[in-house]
C-alpha cells in the first residue's frame, strides 16, 4: 500500500493506535479519531466552514496566533504545538512549512495550503515523505451551486490591488493622521485638533511599479516595452496613450523608475534573487516628495535603508502591509505612536497584512479546505493537489 492509498484509508476507517497488549495474549486495536489543526487563523474566519463536521468524526483545533521561529525555542514551540495532528490548515505563507519542520511531524497525514503562491512550502520534502499537499485556489467549493470566484490568477480581481490603492490614497490624502488628530482627547480649553497638513495631489503624478505592473511606468528584470505595450492593449488602452503622445505604460531601468517615479509600489513574489531588491541606492535616488508603498512582502526592502530614510524624512512616506517579521513584534519601530510623520520624519502608514484579507476570498479559501477535509475524511479524491 502506498502512502497515498493509506492517506485516504485511515480518512475511512479512523486512524489506529498501537495495539494493546492483554494479560491472556490477546490485542485490541485502539481507533482515535483524526485531528486537524487551523493555524494562523487570527479572525476565526475558518469556524462558520468547519462547525458541521461532527467531534467525533474529527477533532478541530483553532490557533489564532502565530508562532514565529526565529529562534531554537520557538522552533520547538511550533514542532509541538503541531505534532499531535493528522491534518494542519495554513493560510498563506503566514507560518512557513521547510523540510525541517515537516520531518518533525509524524502525524501529518495531509498539508492544506491556500493561496497560489508556495515558495515556502518545501513540496519536495512533502513528497519524500508521502505528505499530500493541497491547494486553495480561492474559487470556492466545487459541489455549491452559483456562480464561481473571480480567479485572482488572471488579474483584475485581486483584493491586494485594491489594498495597494487604498493604502496609497490613505497616505497621499493624509486620512490616517487627520482621523487620529480628530479623535484625539485634549485638554480643555486646547485648541480644536482639525487639519494636521496638506494633502498631496496624484493627478499628473508618475506611477513606478518595481515587476511585472499594470500601471505607468514599470521596471522588471524580464520586462520590455513590448511586454508594456501589450499589457496596455490588454488593459483596453492604446500604448502610446501617455503625456505629449509617450507609451502609456513605460518599461525603464531600476535606476529611472526610482529617480523620476512620484509614487514607487512593489509587486513582486518574494524569492532569493528578489530579496532586498530595494536597497539604500534605489532609495536614495527617491524624490524628496516621493511616496512609497509595498504591499508584496517586507524583505524586498532593505528595512535598515528605509528605516534610515524615513527617519531622515528624505522621502514624503511610506505606506506598508508588509514586513520582515510578521505579525509585528510589539516593539517594532513601525509600531510607535505619534512618531512617524512629526519632527522631519517621513509620514508612514501601516496596516497588518490586509492585501489579501478579503472576506470574499479568505472565505472561499476555507470553503475549499473544508471540502478537501471533507473528501479526506471520506477517502475521496482530494482536489487541487500539489503533492
Known sequence: MTNEEFNYYVGVFSLSEPALQHDDGSTTTVHRTPKLAIIDDYLNTSAAHFSHIPPAKLEITTFRDTIVPLNGVETSRLVERLRPFDLISTVRERTAFPGSLLAQLPNLKLLLATGTQFEQFDLASARKLGIPVVAAPGLGRTD????RMP?????????????????????ARNVAM??????????????VTWQTGLATGLTGMTLGVVGLGRLVVSWSSSLTQ?????????????PDDGVDGS???????????FGSADVVSLHCVLSPRSRGIVGPEDLGRMKPSALLVNTSRGPLIDQTALLSVLENGSI??????????????????WRRPNYWGTNGRSRVLVTPHMGYVDS????????????NVENWLEGRELLHRLV
Not at 507609451?247 to 523608475?257: G, I, Q, S, Y
Not at 514624503?316 to 519601530?333: H, K, N
Open 178 to 191: 487627520d482621523d487620529a488628530a480628530l479623535k484625539s482627547e485634549k485638554a480643555a480649553g486646547s485648541p
Open 226 to 238: 513590448d511586454k508594456a505595450d501589450q499589457i496596455a492593449v490588454q488593459c483596453g488602452l492604446s
Open 151 to 171: 480567479n485572482i490568477k488572471k488579474g483584475g480581481a485581486h483584493p491586494t490591488t485594491q489594498h495597494t490603492w487604498a493604502l496609497l490614497l490613505a497616505l
Open 247 to 257: 507609451k502609456t505604460f513605460r518599461a525603464v531601468d531600476k535606476a529611472e523608475l
Open 360 to 371: 470574499g476570498l479568505m472565505n472561499a479559501w476555507y470553503a475549499e479546505t473544508a471540502e
Open 144 to 147: 455549491s451551486p452559483g456562480p
Open 316 to 333: 514624503g512616506g511610506a505606506a506598508l502591509d508588509v514586513f520582515d517579521i510578521e505579525p509585528l513584534p510589539q516593539d517594532s519601530p
